[in-house]
């Protein structure tokens, strides 16, 4: 393959959100990356594990290597990429609305609910309480308007005022757009 066809290849995969790892660091660095999100992302819970030994002892190198090389390629540390993976989980956790906070912050492996808070908040912006706010609110402006593609505008206008009165009708609105 010549370097002209290599450098389109390479440019198409850029385009496309993917790239070839040929470097060994990048390869070791996505390995550590993928034993992140794997323990945060999968696992029913964070086990009350030092990360820094978890991850030296899952890939056998010493964590300072592993740290030193994760941040000359990332440009960040590893321990900010896992409190980030952490607060995604949290944000997904919230969306699903099946937890609480407490739960989640002990899921999550937070020391208390504020540790939790304070990392959410430094990482988004918002505080989880109102994040979650948000997610609802968009969740049922957008059940609102399947209900209005079915049903009109008058309907909509019922529920609306409905929702101002029982806000927990929210919980109801998934099922009532199957029946109708």
């Given at each position: 393959m010549t370097q002209s066809t290599k450098d389109q290849l390479h440019?198409?995969?850029?385009?496309?959100?993917?790239?070839?790892?040929?470097?060994?660091?990048?390869?070791?660095?996505?390995?550590?990356?993928?034993?992140?999100?794997e323990l945060i992302h999968t696992t029913g819970y964070i086990p009350d594990v030092n990360y820094s030994d978890y991850l030296s002892e899952l890939l056998g190198y010493d964590y300072t290597y592993l740290a030193n090389t994760f941040s000359e390629v990332k440009g960040t540390t590893i321990q900010q990429y896992i409190i980030i993976n952490k607060?995604?989980?949290?944000?997904?956790?919230?969306?699903?609305?099946?937890?609480?906070?407490?739960?989640?912050s002990y899921k999550l492996n937070y020391s208390s609910v504020a540790h939790l808070s304070n990392?959410?908040?430094?990482?988004?912006?918002?505080?989880?309480?109102?994040?979650?706010l948000l997610q609802l609110t968009a969740t049922y402006c957008?059940?609102?308007?399947?209900?209005?593609?079915?049903?009109?505008?008058?309907?909509?206008?019922?529920?609306?005022?409905?929702?101002?009165?029982?806000?927990?009708?929210?919980?109801?609105?998934?099922?009532?757009?199957c029946h109708l």
């Open positions: 440019k198409a995969l850029l385009q496309s959100g993917l790239e070839i790892l040929n470097d060994k660091r990048s390869i070791f660095v996505e390995k550590i990356k993928t034993a992140i999100v607060i995604e989980r949290a944000k997904e956790l919230l969306l699903y609305n099946e937890l609480s906070l407490t739960e989640i990392q959410f908040k430094k990482i988004t912006g918002l505080t989880p309480t109102y994040c979650n957008n059940l609102l308007q399947q209900i209005e593609r079915k049903t009109g505008a008058k309907f909509r206008r019922f529920l609306d005022f409905f929702f101002l009165i029982h806000p927990t009708f929210l919980c109801s609105l998934p099922i009532l757009i």
